[in-house]
């Protein structure tokens, strides 16, 4: 069974440039997850999607983050305009409806804005 | 004040030594956690999972909650080096499906 993948692994853009991360979560998960790791801080949630609605968007920092996951397979999370401080590891995690409750980690794409 | 507090470490022991990670946190609420193991450049992997209070014993690994201390253990026995590695606490609230609330992570080097 593949685990859940994650494209790009690396985005290098400049300050004011739009980027769009990508994840496929584990065949069969309802649920995905978006989390963020900021330089020297702790992981954070983003996110919550249950098949292709939003169940917790409690964790986003502004509007220039949009996440979609259309026909409930797989999600985008584009920065819209990026700036500096979005710099960091975005996660992508997924489970499946019901127990248990383990969430299932992508490799994470590290997103750099110079 | 953080949710979840983990000292970031490092922490350096020699290969056989057993390994003590612990988390506090404030919120009472929590009643699922976990510790993941993070390798460089890799995504968090789920290695122990326990709700409410109790201890869960897996192999080399012991996770124990107290949750009226509202703190959580994680044991390794007889390290390894290729136990070295970051290791997040992490924890969520009642449903069990619901966000994840991390700590900073602990490196842990483990030298033969």
């Known amino acids: 069974e593949a685990g859940v993948t994650q494209f790009p692994s690396h985005s290098v853009i400049e300050k004011g440039q739009t980027v769009t991360l990508r994840c496929d979560p584990i065949s069969g998960h309802d649920n995905l997850y978006w989390y963020r790791r900021v330089m020297g801080k702790e992981i954070k949630f983003l996110l919550h999607f249950v098949k292709e609605s939003k169940q917790d968007e409690s964790g986003m920092p502004n509007n220039r983050f949009l996440a979609e996951r259309t026909?409930?397979?797989y999600s985008t999370l584009k920065v819209q305009p990026a700036e500096l401080e979005?710099?960091?590891v975005y996660f992508c995690a997924s489970r499946p409806?019901?127990?248990p409750y383990e969430q299932y980690f992508g490799p994470g794409t590290r997103l750099t804005v110079t | 004040?953080?949710?979840?507090?983990?000292?970031?470490?490092?922490l350096s022991v020699p290969e056989g030594a057993i390994v003590s990670l612990n988390c506090t946190y404030s919120n009472s609420a929590f009643q699922y956690f976990m510790w993941y193991r993070q390798y460089s450049r890799k995504g968090p992997e789920?290695?122990?999972?326990?709700?409410?209070?109790?201890n869960k014993?897996?192999?080399?690994?012991?996770?124990q909650v107290d949750k009226s201390?509202?703190?959580?253990?994680?044991?390794?026995?007889?390290s390894q080096p290729s136990d070295s590695a970051t290791y997040l606490c992490?924890?969520?609230?009642?449903?069990?499906?619901?966000?994840l609330i991390f700590g900073a992570g602990t490196r842990l080097a483990v030298h033969p």
């Open chain 1, 97 to 99: 409806s019901g127990g």
């Open chain 2, 69 to 78: 201390s509202k703190y959580i253990s994680l044991f390794i026995r007889d």
């Open chain 2, 46 to 54: 789920l290695l122990m999972y326990t709700y409410s209070s109790g």
């Open chain 1, 86 to 88: 979005d710099s960091g």
């Open chain 2, 57 to 63: 014993e897996d192999g080399r690994f012991t996770a």
């Open chain 2, 1 to 10: 004040q953080k949710e979840v507090e983990q000292d970031p470490g490092p």
């Open chain 1, 71 to 73: 026909g409930g397979t």
């Open chain 2, 90 to 99: 992490a924890m969520s609230g009642p449903g069990g499906y619901n966000k």
